[in-house]
């Protein structure tokens, strides 16, 4: 009888046991858990398909039909304002900067919005000689809590000015 008791109480007070099944309930729980709330940074896939970007003329477009342009590529031209936001009118539920790296693009509007994720290629954020720059620009929107919105740049290119 004792014997009995002695080896029942060990395999409930194994600790490598609880341990073990401690930590694995405990990375299920994470696994499951740790996008809840966040936006996925890179959303970009590697082929896009023409007919999935859309081209809009200006950011007031995009922010009068939020919730069609929610996750979707689309293709803008304005201009390059780096941290310069002194002539720039942000539209009415921007998104603050998210990050130290984000920077302005100010559409053919004159409206302004920040974006996140990337730069256009050969422009610096620190030279003012690179801003009002005009651009054309692929990004994709997100609406995020309180009907607000920013965009995630994918790529741009300079355009010309003649």
Known sequence: MITEKTEKSNVVKNPNAITFVLAFLVSILLLFTSNCGQINKLRKPKDLLSDSIVTVENLKQIQEK?????????VIEGYFMGWGTRDCHFVANFCIPRTRSDWAFRDLNDTCIYITGGLPPNVSLFDRMDRNKLIRMQAIVHKVKGNRMFLEYVNAVMIEEY
């Open 66 to 74: 939020l919730w069609f342009y929610n996750h979707k590529h689309i």
